[in-house]
């Protein structure tokens, strides 16, 4: 099993920054890569970004690509979402997964396990 922990959400204003964390521990020997994912309410969950394992390059999703950041290794176990310019659209729980497949890991059923989330308030 793969525990994955978020963290680094909170309230701000619009247009401020944000960095988020997540750290994975437990059997992470399989992981292929690891991505960021929001879910606001009634909404599904939304792909933000990716990073493999032997590639290092991150995906984006066009929505977000210009805003935000994602960094880390999935080696190391974390990674991170630097997220700037924030809106009140970007108010969501924000999660971390991780997948056993290396590629094209955009959509929520290509991840194998889940951190808890972290909310992220943004005030206008």
């Known amino acids: 099993q793969v525990q994955l922990v978020e963290s680094g959400g909170g309230l701000v204003q619009a247009g401020d920054s944000l960095r988020l964390s997540c750290a994975a521990s437990?059997?992470?020997?399989?992981?292929?890569?690891m991505g960021w994912f929001r879910q606001s309410s009634g909404k599904d969950r939304e792909f933000l970004a990716f990073i493999s394992r032997s590639a290092g390059s991150v995906f984006y999703a066009d929505s977000v690509k210009d805003r935000f950041t994602m960094s880390g290794d999935v080696a190391w176990n974390r990674v991170y979402l630097e997220m700037n310019n924030l809106k009140p659209a970007d108010t969501a729980v924000y999660y971390c997964g991780a997948a056993r497949q290396e590629f094209a890991v955009t959509g929520v059923g290509s991840y194998d396990y889940w951190g808890q989330g972290t909310q992220v308030t943004v005030s206008s």
């Open positions: 437990g059997s992470t020997f399989g992981i292929r890569a």
